[in-house]
């Protein structure tokens, strides 16, 4: 099987850090785009930030000069380094990967089953 696993969420202060980790698992050749989403309550689900194998990336307006975001190719997990964090991150993050091949299922996608984040002070 293909399974993401995100870890790193917690409660942190308003201008806290944090950094979330997504690893992809299963016979898998390789991973196109490794991304994360967002959703806080009431709320739809937002882009956070993209990067693709070649490291590529696209943030969203919200996050830009905040987060980043970054991979390791050989070991098929995503990173979001979150720095300056503000009450509206609040939200669970979901890790995305895109145009995995693997040996069993082709090329799909696939979504991690989410991480919360709560910044609170």
């Known amino acids: 099987q293909v399974q993401l696993v995100e870890s790193g969420g917690g409660l942190v202060q308003p201008g806290g850090s944090l950094r979330l980790s997504c690893a992809a698992s299963?016979?898998?050749?390789?991973?196109?785009?490794m991304g994360w989403y967002r959703r806080a309550p009431g709320m739809e689900r937002e882009l956070v930030a993209t990067?693709?194998?070649?490291?590529?990336?696209k943030y969203g307006d919200s996050v830009k000069g905040r987060f980043t975001i970054s991979r390791d190719n050989a070991k098929n997990t995503v990173y979001l380094q979150m720095n300056s964090l503000k009450f509206e991150d609040t939200a669970v993050y979901y890790c995305?990967?895109?145009?995995?091949?693997?040996?069993?299922?082709?090329?799909?996608?696939?979504w991690g089953q989410g991480t919360q984040v709560t910044v609170s002070s």
């Open positions: 990067i693709t194998s070649g490291g590529s990336t």
């Open positions: 995305n990967a895109d145009g995995v091949y693997s040996r069993d299922y082709g090329v799909q996608g696939y």
């Open positions: 299963g016979s898998i050749f390789s991973i196109n785009v």
